[in-house]
């Protein structure tokens, strides 16, 4: 299988999910969809970019651990307050089901791995013919 394939579909699915549990926490602390959730979420993306470039200039070990999934989580915070920037004005209930939504998307991608390989196989079948 291809591994690179893999590794897009895992690094996608820690963008959704870490970006859905922001939501989900946010919803569940009573915080509505307002601007200043919207500017709080970019600033939390902000600090973990920063994390994410320190973390990210050391010497990477090959797999998905860790380290590589750090270098990507702090684009969950700015999903997330993009998806606040849609739904201005939503309450706190409705804040928790989109991160609930955001997190089933990224568990979703996860489970259709292998429905992502069967494609790729197909159509490079189909090419080689």
């Not at 699915?13 to 602390?29: C, E, I, K, P, R």
């Not at 470039?53 to 684009?75: C, H």
């Not at 309450?91 to 429905?115: D, H, I, K, S």
């Amino acid at each position: 299988m291809d591994r690179g394939l893999d590794e897009v579909v895992m690094r996608g699915t820690v963008v959704l999910l870490a970006g859905g549990l922001l939501l989900v926490a946010a919803g569940s602390a009573g915080v509505t969809g307002s601007l200043a959730l919207a500017v709080a979420l970019v600033l939390v993306g902000l600090a973990l970019y920063l994390v994410s470039e320190r973390v990210g200039s050391t010497e990477r070990d090959g797999g998905l651990g860790p380290r590589e999934v750090a270098t990507d989580v702090w684009l969950g915070p700015f999903l997330a307050a993009a998806v606040v920037g849609v739904y201005l004005g939503a309450t706190a209930g409705e804040v928790q089901a989109l991160g609930g939504l955001l997190g089933l998307v990224g568990m979703l991608n996860y489970f259709l791995r292998p429905f992502y390989h069967l494609l790729y196989g197909f159509t490079r079948r189909v090419r080689a013919l």
